[in-house]
DNA sequence: TTGAAAGCGCTAACAA
DNA sequence: TTGTTAGCGCTTTCAA
């Protein structure tokens, strides 16, 4: 800056004036400036910058993701970076890959760099030390789940609602026998999944104590084995629920193999990419991930803003029910 | 810090010293100023720290990939992410989205927020203007395919030798009409592979004259049209051969749409989600995104550290050919 | 409309 | 072993 200060023979303040363009500069120096910036290929610091500037701000926010790599992460990430990108801010990303340890440190590394906000994909765990970060201005947002231990908004899918439409529709279809399968029944996910489950089955007068209810399964594998296990036992059921991502496959694994894919309704929550392609296309609820990034760092963006701390909102995106073959099988 | 220092009863300089453990502080002072510290919740400010280090390292590097939210991207970005980490460097992620304009505009961004080091998958058009980053000294690591217009180290995958191994397997089955279907060949990537799979059918004396070879493929259904085509045609092939994972699930559909998914033979080029689900598994020429962008990053901070511009290595990454039934089919 | 001086939080270079 | 002074590149405050 001071090359171009020189070049352009004003001041440095006068050349800080032009690169952040603040009015009262007359238009032939503004002009000189900008040669001369452009003739050395001027790139202002923004580190240096915001180091002075009274709101301290970096213009960088922090993402904190379960896995970069997977399909509902990746999705919430382009989005984040999407709206970011509108507002000229930076986001960097990284995973958390499920360890609340790591979490921690990623924090920790984010809160040097001076980021100006927080989103986050809590992991099981306490998100209480976040209490530091608030306390220093900087806002947090949860994602996909609420964090514990904090007050702070969060952006989740309104997995009730949508579990209860995805049970909704095979009530229609005439099942009565409608298996769930669920996942570790201590995320919030898993229960406001299986609170939907119940909802719709209440709602039509089915007795949910007449169910297989399975929750806490923990893998893919685990999936396959425990639908194996109630495919071949005494109350088979018409239809099965399966309230997340990766217990879905499990179970196609487990129908298919045993050639039950065309007389078993199964609808899942959670969409995954060629669902169509399989045979049957599998029927979805599908999540929003791309909204929720989206929606996320416009509410970061005003907590940074308004700088309101605490304010435990919690925003709904809506799922979407999506029929596939899979999910028009009617009791036999 | 100074409040550190006040609390400690030392001066600055010595809180710098402790907080960067340098040697030749005595021990009593640093467990005094470790402890004001953490009593006053202190965390070093990275981005006043790098204005004044003599490196001016901001330990944070740019990547710049096609959409973090496709499956080949994600998985580079975990890469990046992971040799990054272990390296205690944060990572900048952002989507060009194919756009020239947008790549010149995020690297414009990056070069702001002072990183040290750029990763590009650089879009179709010149490269040449991250000559100012080199001159900068901020070095440029180009993955999935080599810039143009600039001198610069890339990773990418071994593309020639996958695509002949994937062509290789077929004519050992016995198939002597394979025909090709590859994307956009201005691509240097499209090129290598259609290099792999002539390279291919000469060895073994095929002459690809006598073969059905469609390339400039831009998108699923323009692919599922051009298979319907060849498939309804008089010289329908025993094999396909696909370039890319999008033309890839466009013969899939073209395939299954005339019930012959398991009388043609098929091998893609490039892994994706389940393709083993499908019916038959699709056979893949499989790259490793992950090591791709984890060799990158490594290949970055050599360049950062021994400040060598200019050196244009290409390191390639081996594929693996993964034999699913779809690549196992003989002809008849 | 423009500029001079001070200082953001930190580290380099030197001195004690 | 510890401290002092200057200054990184920029913006603030105040004066001209």
Same mark, same amino acid.
């Given at each position: ?30 002009? +000189? ?6 003739? $050395?290929?001027? =790139?202002?610091?923004? /580190? ?21 790599? /997977? ?30 340890? =790591? ?55 309104? /997995?009730?609602?949508?579990? +209860?439409?995805?049970?909704?529709? $095979? $009530? ?20 406001? +999944? ?139």
């Amino acid at each position: 800056m001071r090359d171009v200060a020189a070049l352009a023979g004003v001041s440095l303040k006068t050349v800080s004036r032009v690169i952040n363009r603040e009015s009262g500069v007359s238009p032939e120096v503004v002009a +000189r400036v900008d040669d001369a910036a452009a003739q $050395l290929d001027y =790139r202002p610091d923004m /580190n240096a910058s915001n180091l002075r500037r009274s709101d301290g701000r970096t213009g960088t926010v922090g993402l904190l993701l379960e896995d970069v790599a /997977n399909e509902f992460s990746a999705a919430a990430h382009a989005g984040v970076e999407y709206a970011a990108r509108q507002r000229g801010i930076a986001v960097l990303a990284s995973s958390t890959l499920g360890d609340s340890e =790591r979490e921690r440190g990623l924090v920790r590394a984010l809160s040097l760099r001076r980021v100006d906000g927080l989103i986050v994909a809590p992991c099981p765990g306490d998100q209480g030390y976040l209490a530091a970060e608030l306390a220093q201005g900087v806002p947090v947002v949860f994602i996909d789940r609420p964090g514990r231990g904090l007050s702070a908004p969060s952006v989740v899918s309104d /997995n009730m609602v949508g579990a +209860r439409r995805g049970v909704e529709h $095979l $009530l229609t279809l005439g099942h009565r026998s409608i298996a769930f399968l669920g996942g570790i029944s201590a995320v919030a996910t898993a229960q406001e +999944r299986f609170g939907g489950y119940t909802a719709a089955l209440a709602a039509a007068g089915v007795p949910s104590a007449d169910q297989t209810i399975v929750r806490d399964i923990g893998s893919i594998d685990m999936a396959a084995g425990v639908a194996g296990a109630i495919l071949d036992g005494p109350d088979r059921p018409t239809a099965i629920f399966s309230a997340q991502n990766q217990i879905t496959m499990g179970v196609v694994r487990a129908l298919r193999k045993r050639g039950l894919q065309h007389q078993i309704a199964l609808i899942g929550f959670d969409d995954f990419t060629l669902a169509d392609l399989l045979d049957p296309g599998v029927a979805v609820v599908a999540q929003d991930p791309r909204a929720i990034g989206e929606r996320a760092l416009q509410v970061l963006v005003d907590a940074m803003e308004e700088s309101v701390d605490g304010a435990t909102s919690e925003i709904l995106v809506p799922t979407t029910l999506i029929i596939r073959p899979s999910g028009e099988i009617r009791p036999e």
